[in-house]
């Protein structure tokens, strides 16, 4: 039985339960997701965990009494017609846009419960009394659903739109087993366990203040230091891989981003104009601007990166250009649709772009390949187990920017690269950008969750656009090609990654604090600080634990820090003694000051817990 089905249609069992529970319940729509189900549904009032266990028992006197989904196909008005008498006014509004709109668009996803093909024909399916609107497949009795549990409740705007009516989003877990059910829920705690947001408020490394604004993380210095190590070891190799770095501001005029196509196609995504002819107190008084100037905040940094391009003439001798910036942008993001550092509304991208000739375009891209699959590796990430996804255009869609010959050729060597560098590539026809096709790299955490970081994208676009050129070995105007690419993706989001991934328990290399020093009595605290300072002037992150506690409660303080080493510093340390405490092992290490310095620069050097 296709897993696929059997959450499908656990979903349907969820809503008969509820009819049964809740008679006067309004439904909106029912999807699969990654291991389970939700439904979406007014009932009236907001759903308790209460709730939750009425509705699943009621789940399971459905199946018991295994009804059979029955499916029928009707006209369109007798479908509508039908919902309206089961009072169902979200179907019937489905079916109404299909029938005048040809469209059922919900949100940015085809509304699951109709076939849009279908226009004059709706497909309805019935279990014991409950009727429901769906294209189906569904397993033939209810009885061949599955082991399922309903796990979690949220709120969700109808179609995603936040002026529409708030409905309450049910989800639940199917699976074909008990053992499988009880395995992924084991993941689930650990994955709890693990969850960024916990661990940066336990961690002290950042914080979402409300008055600063949602998206907006506010770093702590714990959470800086860390992003700075893995900055600068960001610039440092960019560096030793030949990039050029470069700066560009957080805002851009308005001009800039209708050349880019931005204000056009991208505008979803953006923020109003900044009125910047004016201030702040001559708005207050409703002055009216003399001369207008509107900005916008940066969504993307590859306008900028274009500009600096068209500063001055190039010849082919002069390629290929490598230039890359950590620069923050600002995208338009729903508020329910915020999560931590996973997403946010100002996030800062380790972008860069690569402009070079035809004939460097494979070169190129098997070394950034290469360097991707390398920075992967430097965070302790298993880079034989990333899943590589090629975005081409459909070919029967025409809507695309660039010449046939142009995108054949970019195709065809992002495939080749692909398969020389033995990755594990899956094609997504129609899944490229209007302006180009596509490498995503997803790399998997411990858990064996799938995380999007790199990309490789080609882009059409801003070349014709902005009429980049330069002179060829024949003294004539030609393109040059434009490859966009980020390793990380985000600072954000791939913190949020090494976060969950290490649950906290850093590297000693990235770690914010590498040397825990718990000083036994006031006597020990000035010869603590000494040592402290001897290694931080060798390059170590430190940290004294001045507290007037006992070492007991240092010692669980530091481990609840997950501090990578530990030294209790008493009368024998003072004499140059150490007994170690390394995260991780009961065994303590007895080292001289000299053995354990040389032991600390080599777990840094080898990037080792």
């Known amino acids: 039985m296709n897993i696929e089905t059997m959450r499908h249609s656990a979903a349907h069992v969820m809503a008969a339960a509820i009819q049964r529970l809740f008679p006067e319940a309004k439904f909106g729509v029912g999807p699969t997701v990654d291991f389970g189900f939700y439904y979406d549904v007014d009932i009236g009032r907001a759903v308790t965990p209460e709730d939750l266990e009425k509705i699943q028992a009621e789940m399971k006197k459905i199946v018991k009494e295994n009804p059979v989904f029955e499916r029928k196909e009707m006209k369109i008005d007798e479908a509508i017609e039908l919902f309206k008498s089961l009072n169902q006014p979200f179907k019937v509004e489905l079916l109404t846009d299909l029938k005048e709109k040809g469209t059922t668009k919900i949100s940015d996803e085809e509304a699951a419960d109709i076939d849009p093909t279908k226009t004059d024909v709706a497909t309805v399916y019935t279990l014991g009394d409950f009727t429901d609107l769906c294209r189906g497949p569904h397993v033939e009795t209810a009885d061949q659903i599955g082991v399922f549990e309903l796990n979690k409740i949220a709120g969700a705007y109808w179609r995603g739109k936040e002026d529409n009516p708030q409905l309450q989003r049910i989800y639940g877990l199917c699976f074909t087993t008990q053992e499988e059910l009880e395995g992924h829920k084991a993941l689930l705690e650990e994955a709890e366990k693990r969850d960024h947001r916990k661990l940066g408020k336990e961690l002290d490394l950042f914080h979402i203040d409300e008055m600063v604004g949602l998206g907006l993380p506010l770093w702590h210095p714990k959470g800086a230091i860390l992003w700075r190590v893995i ?126 000739r035809a004939d460097q375009v494979e070169d190129e891209l098997k070394k950034v390949v290469d360097f991707t699959l390398f920075m992967f590796k430097a965070f302790g990430f298993d880079v034989n187990d990333i899943n590589v996804y090629l975005s081409v255009r459909d070919p029967n869609e025409a809507k695309s920017i660039g010449s046939d010959e142009g995108w054949r050729f970019t195709e065809e060597v992002l495939e080749k690269v692909a398969k020389d560098k033995n990755l594990n590539i899956s094609k997504d026809v129609g899944g490229a950008a209007f302006y180009g096709p596509k490498l995503d790299f997803k790399l998997k955490d411990v858990l064996g969750r799938e995380w999007q970081c790199s990309t490789l994208q080609f882009d059409f676009n801003l070349p014709e656009r902005f009429k980049m050129t330069y002179v060829n ?97 008493g009368d024998k340390e003072m004499e140059g003694n150490l007994m170690i405490r390394k995260r991780g092992q009961e065994e303590q290490m007895q080292l001289s000051k000299e053995e354990f310095i040389e032991s600390l620069r080599q777990a840094i050097t080898e990037r080792s817990v």
Request: glycine share 8%.
């Open 231 to 356: 900055e600068d070891f960001w610039y440092e190799e960019h560096l030793k891989n030949g990039y050029g770095l470069v700066r560009t501001p957080h805002i851009g005029k308005q001009a800039l981003w209708e050349t880019s196509g931005h204000w056009g196609f991208y505008n979803d995504s953006m923020y109003p104009p900044l009125e910047v002819g004016k201030s702040l107190k001559d708005e207050q008084e409703e002055q009216e601007v003399a001369v207008s100037e509107r900005y916008l905040l940066k969504p993307m940094n590859c306008p900028f990166h274009v500009q600096i391009y068209k500063n001055s003439m190039h010849s082919y001798r002069d390629f290929p250009y490598r230039w890359a910036e950590t620069g923050t942008v600002y995208r338009y993001e729903k508020k329910g649709e915020l999560s931590g550092l996973v997403r946010v509304r100002g996030f800062t991208q380790d972008d860069a772009h690569i402009i070079c």
């Open 473 to 569: 070995a024949e003294s004539e105007e030609e393109q040059p090609y434009m490859l966009h690419r980020a390793l990380f993706g985000s600072f954000e989001r791939f913190i949020g990654l090494l976060i969950e991934h290490y649950a906290g328990a850093f590297p000693t290399w990235i770690a914010p604090v590498q040397v825990a020093l718990l000083p036994v009595a006031d006597r020990h605290i000035e010869p603590a600080r000494e040592f402290a300072k001897e290694l931080v002037e060798k390059g170590f992150r430190v940290e004294v634990d001045e507290a007037g506690e006992s070492v007991g409660k240092k010692i669980r303080n530091a481990e609840m820090k997950k501090v990578p080493y530990m030294i209790v510093y």
